[in-house]
T-cell receptor, first 117, second 117 residues
Framework: AQKITQTQPGMFVQEKEAVTLDCTYD???????LFWYKQPSSGEMIFLIY??????QNATEGRYSLNFQKARKSANLVISASQLGDSAMYFC??????????????FGSGTQLTVLP | GAVVSQHPSWVICKSGTSVKIECRSL??????MFWYRQFPKQSLMLMAT?????????EQGVEKDKFLINHASLTLSTLTVTSAHPEDSSFYIC?????????????FGPGTRLTVL
């Protein structure tokens, strides 16, 4: 079974509007972390936001927020006030086990977001 | 944030030759480094995990003898693609992690684009 599922291969959004990128995950661990990364055409992976499984509040970072619904095992990324520079591939990823960055990440298949002027 | 560099950023080689890719953590000591492979428009697939001073742990289906990983110091890991063939052409990305709970995110290098002719 897929551990991270992103069901939207491509998304379009009008500039200045909000967009939600979907991510569902599958794990039997109680402790895990969920990440969103942005990958522009240059290829670099840009960290956007992190949500720990025990965090009670949804994570927010500027225009990015993570809609964490633990019971549904979903961790959707919300980008508010989209900008042309937001056009990129977005990956959801999960780390299973206790916190710390020395653990491997499992990535979803990604969503290609295009912001229209 | 922590910086990870990769060298070279792109390389073109002839079939049958070997190529070495370096991954360096510039301003921190990385206890663990990860090597990913990404084909065009696809997700990142973990190839191997390396810990300083010990042998790398390879993911299922990754040939150890073809993709040699060395993590000789806390700031440097190398991936050598031996006897490269056109099907090895891909985008290779490393990331570095820190042991302990201080950080959640891994720090990614900018990637190396390998083209085998």
């Amino acid at each position: 079974a897929q551990k991270i599922t992103q069901t939207q291969p491509g998304m379009f959004v009008q500039e200045k509007e909000a967009v939600t990128l979907d991510c569902t995950y599958d794990t039997s661990d109680q402790s895990y972390g969920l990440f969103w990364y942005k990958q522009p055409s240059s290829g670099e992976m840009i960290f956007l936001i992190y949500q720990g499984s025990y965090d009670e509040q949804n994570a927010t970072e500027g225009r990015y927020s993570l809609n964490f619904q633990k019971a549904r095992k979903s961790a959707n990324l919300v980008i508010s006030a989209s900008q042309l520079g937001d056009s990129a591939m977005y990956f959801c990823a999960m780390r299973e086990g206790y916190s710390g960055s020395a653990r491997q990440l499992t990535f979803g298949s990604g969503t290609q977001l295009t912001v229209l002027p | 944030g922590a910086v990870v560099s990769q060298h070279p950023s792109w390389v073109i080689c002839k079939s049958g030759t070997s190529v070495k890719i370096e991954c360096r953590s510039l301003d921190f000591q990385a206890t663990t480094m990860f090597w990913y492979r990404q084909f065009p428009k696809q997700s990142l697939m973990l190839m191997a995990t390396s810990n300083e001073g010990s042998k790398a742990t390879y993911e299922q289906g990754v040939e150890k003898d073809k993709f040699l990983i060395n993590h000789a110091s806390l700031t440097l890991s190398t991936l050598t693609v031996t006897s490269a063939h056109p099907e090895d052409s891909s985008f290779y990305i490393c990331s570095a992690g820190l042991a302990g709970n201080s950080y959640n995110e891994q720090f990614f290098g900018p990637g190396t684009r390998l083209t085998v002719l």
